[in-house]
């Protein structure tokens, strides 16, 4: 069992970062991948990121690509998700998954959630 706490989010302007935290507790948690996924208001679950059980291996969605970064440090128990450049269609609640094995974009995949951050973009 891994137990997942978000924590970061919070009201911001265009254009501002944040850097979301997803702190990991119970199991080993350098074994398992992470992922980041967002749900807006009247919207599906969103995949955002993934990384690796190493961090050698991460994907961002492409409407992230270039202004979001997935990182995690195994000697913390935490992955991160650095937000820079933000905008309005951003806001969401963000929240971080685990999974053993692999890296994966679809949120069926991960059998553990924290239970959400929210992240709010004023125009």
């Known amino acids: 069992q891994v137990q997942l706490v978000e924590s970061g989010g919070g009201l911001v302007q265009a254009g501002d970062s944040l850097r979301l935290s997803c702190a990991a507790s119970?199991?080993?948690?350098?074994?398992?991948?992470v992922g980041w996924f967002r749900q807006a208001p009247g919207k599906e679950r969103e995949f955002v990121a993934t990384i690796s059980w190493s961090g050698n291996t991460r994907r961002h969605v492409d409407s992230v690509e270039g202004r979001f970064t997935i990182s995690r440090d195994n000697a913390k128990n935490t992955v991160y998700l650095q937000m820079d450049s933000l905008k309005p269609e951003d806001t969401a609640v963000y929240y971080c998954?685990?999974?053993?094995?692999?890296?994966?974009?679809?949120?069926?995949?991960?059998?553990?959630w924290g239970q959400g951050t929210q992240v709010t973009v004023s125009s």
């Open positions: 119970g199991r080993t948690f350098s074994n398992y991948a």
């Open positions: 998954a685990a999974r053993r094995r692999t890296t994966s974009s679809i949120y069926n995949d991960y059998a553990y």
